[in-house]
Nanobody, 115 residues
Framework: QVQLVESGGGLVQPGGSLRLSCAASGFTFRYYAMSWYRQAPGKERELVAVITSTGGSTNYADSVKGRFTISRDNAKNTVYLQMNSLKPGDTAVYYC????????WGQGTQVTVSS
């Protein structure tokens, strides 16, 4: 069965960095695009970044461009989100996502940016 397991969240001060990881299993990882979404309290879930199956193309929400980087290691079945220059507005639960006929989501990892 498809499983997406996020890790790497936590509490960080404004201006700090975190790297999120999403370990995938149960499908042929290298064939599928992967995405990161986030959901802040009281807000809708929003797309943060997406990467194609080969990693050759990426796209980002305007709010994170220049600060976040999505990458993947197809040998390790893992997708990453490097987050730099974090702001309090980045506080949210971050989810890993892929579409394989239907939507698959991870359980989410909490990122809190606060002094």
């Amino acid at each position: 069965q498809v499983q997406l397991v996020e890790s790497g969240g936590g509490l960080v001060q404004p201006g700090g960095s975190l790297r999120l990881s999403c370990a995938a299993s149960g499908f042929t990882f290298r064939y599928y695009a992967m995405s990161w979404y986030r959901q802040a309290p009281g807000k809708e879930r929003e797309l943060v970044a997406v990467i194609t199956s080969t990693g050759g193309s990426t796209n980002y929400a305007d709010s994170v461009k220049g600060r976040f980087t999505i990458s993947r290691d197809n040998a390790k079945n893992t997708v990453y989100l490097q987050m730099n220059s974090l702001k309090p507005g980045d506080t949210a639960v971050y989810y890993c996502y892929t579409l394989i006929g239907i939507d698959f989501w991870g359980q989410g990892t909490q990122v809190t940016v606060s002094s």
